[in-house]
């Protein structure tokens, strides 16, 4: 079969993260073949290489190399991007399925070699056939995910539907206060002035003209990963932190 045998679908309007994804797997994933740029809405942008979401085990970061360590059984990997998780847990031998909401991400995934549907998570969880998991993965940061207290919540609750007993959640989230830079904390400050979690960011992905829609993506302090889970059916039982940011493993309270 050749590579465009495979090729993913075009990016739908608005899907910014899949043009630049796209746009990297074309280049097989080099460094430096496109930019991944994150504005926040207070105005700051920032900017990384989407190459890492190639990169092989070796090359990741230390927190998102223990996700792939502390996984058992069968894996749900929740935001899965190009598939590298996936693909690694698949060759120790884990039964695994990504879920990804863009068609060309998930195109990116299934072209690589993994097993991917493309679903929103919320859908994904609730739909027939789902199955049910022994671990779920939150890799790249994505613990952000969780947004706000109400819908991390809410989909942590729903995630214990296609639990199986001792199930795991594991991620990758940051501090938002590990910080010396007045911007980010004077961000945060604001955003607790206003209600929100000081790691609340309110934030769009944007490559060349096309920008997705604006989303809540959610940093937490493992302090305040484990008030969040109050009432979920979750507890934080694991923190280990490295460079880019810490691991985190949630079990079944």
Known sequence: MSRDDVAPPAPESGDAFGALLLRCWRANGAPG?????????????GWSDPSRYF????????????LADWSRGRVLDIGCGAGRHLLEL???????????????????????????????VFDFVNGAGAGTFDTFLLGGGNLGILGSRERGRSLLRDLRRISRPGARLLGVTSDPLATTNPVHLDYARLNVASGRMAGQDRIR???HKMASPWFDYLSLAPAELEEF?????????RVDEGDGGYAAELTLA
């Open 229 to 237: 889970t109050a009432g979920t059916g979750w507890k934080l039982s």
């Open 205 to 207: 992905v944007r490559y």
């Open 90 to 120: 698949a060759r120790r031998g884990l039964e695994t399925t990504g879920i990804d909401a863009s068609a060309t991400v998930t195109g990116i995934a299934r072209a690589r070699g993994a097993n991917v549907e493309c679903a929103d």
């Open 33 to 45: 073949s496109a930019a991944e740029i994150v504005e926040r809405e207070d105005g700051f942008i």
């Open 55 to 66: 990169a092989p085990y070796a090359d990741w970061d230390l927190p998102e190399r223990l």
